[in-house]
T-cell receptor
Framework: SAVISQKPSRDICQRGTSLTIQCQVD?????MFWYRQQPGQSLTLIAT?????????ESGFVIDKFPISRPNLTFSTLTVSNMSPEDSSIYLC???????????FGPGTRLTVL | GQQLNQSPQSMFIQEGEDVSMNCTSS?????WLWYKQDPGEGPVLLIA?????ELTSNGRLTAQFGITRKDSFLNISASIPSDVGIYFC????????????FGTGTLLAVQP
């Protein structure tokens, strides 16, 4: 398995600002993903973070709103841009590697937008 | 995005009771995963299933990969208060490599 940390663990932000969330893994992993979990809801995949190239976004999510970086095999960032109260959610980093089929999640970043 | 049908939506049981929940899809899956999420935490992987008909246990938890490849089941025996949380199934469709689809979740409450 992999140990995943996220920063910040939570934040309260003002409308119109941006927040960058960091995800750090304790080992190199093939795949990193970003999910959103709105209050009381299940998890929705935002995008797959690709090392050295642009992220692959799911339907309903765009790069301008959720820019993602993945400079190496252990680190990724997700930015939530020009935030509105509707962006209040838990944002989760997740990883999977070729050496194992399971997918693991970080502790999440709880974002509240006022 | 697409989600799997998970039932029941919530369960309120007495300590010591057994629990069953399931997940169904209209598509064929090649992987089923079951997670538990505690308040304020990320989902924790409980059991992973890779073959139709596979039955796998993890302590008091047992999960099965349905033979039609369109469903999965999770059973918890002799529930205890720390079993409280939200349980999610997640599946990977055939042909959709590396992309997990999540169920709607089952909220489990256990009364001591």
């Amino acid at each position: 398995s992999a140990v995943i940390s996220q920063k910040p663990s939570r934040d309260i932000c003002q409308r119109g600002t941006s927040l960058t969330i960091q995800c750090q893994v304790d080992s190199q992993v093939t795949m990193m993903f970003w999910y959103r979990q709105q209050p009381g809801q299940s998890l929705t995949l935002i995008a797959t973070a690709n090392q050295g190239s642009e992220a692959t976004y799911e339907s309903g999510f765009v790069i301008d709103k959720f820019p993602i970086s993945r400079p190496n095999l252990t680190f990724s960032t997700l930015t939530v841009s020009n935030m509105s109260p509707e962006d209040s959610s838990i944002y989760l980093c997740s990883v999977r590697d070729r050496s194992y089929n399971e997918q693991f999640f970080g502790p999440g970043t709880r974002l509240t937008v006022l | 995005g697409q989600q799997l049908n998970q039932s029941p939506q919530s369960m309120f049981i007495q300590e010591g009771e057994d629990v069953s929940m399931n997940c169904t899809s209209s598509s064929i899956f090649n992987t089923w995963l079951w997670y538990k999420q505690d308040p304020g935490e990320g989902p924790v992987l409980l059991i992973a299933l890779y073959k139709a008909g596979e039955l796998t246990s993890n302590g008091r938890l047992t999960a099965q990969f349905g033979i039609t490849r369109k469903d999965s089941f999770l059973n918890i025996s002799a529930s205890i208060p720390s079993d409280v949380g939200i349980y999610f199934c997640a599946g990977q469709r055939v042909g959709a490599t590396n992309k997990l689809i999540f169920g709607t979740g089952t909220l489990l409450a256990v009364q001591p």
